[in-house]
């Protein structure tokens, strides 16, 4: 079983950062792919970000040049770095981790951007 939090969310004005966490926990093996999605009132969850465990990372069209995800293996934690955020960003960002065939989610994140 793996568990996941996430940690960072909060309420921001346009223009300002965030950064969000999220650590795993349990069976994680060493190749996985860990990542951000994140969803807004009345519309489907989005794909944000992913980085592999060997550090290769691929992003959104919408999130590209702003967003910087990270990850440090030693503490199987997942980090995004959010940077001159928008009112659109604002969502609930979920943490997912794939290993093996199988993907784990974490509870949520509420992010707030003011305009």
């Known amino acids: 079983q793996v568990l996941l939090e996430e940690s960072g969310g909060g309420l921001v004005q346009a223009g300002g950062s965030l950064r969000l966490s999220c650590a795993a926990s349990g069976s994680i093996f060493s190749l996985n792919r860990m990542g951000w999605y994140r969803q807004a009132p009345g519309k489907q969850r989005e794909w944000v970000a992913h980085?592999?465990?060997?550090?290769?990372?691929n992003y959104a069209d919408s999130v590209k040049g702003r967003f910087t995800i990270s990850r440090d293996n030693a503490k199987n934690t997942v980090y995004l770095q959010m940077n001159s955020l928008k009112p659109e960003d604002t969502a609930v960002y979920y943490c997912?981790?794939?290993?093996?065939?199988?993907?784990?989610w974490g509870q949520g994140t509420q992010v707030t951007v003011s305009s």
């Open positions: 997912n981790l794939g290993q093996r065939s199988y993907i784990y």
């Open positions: 980085i592999t465990s060997g550090g290769d990372t």
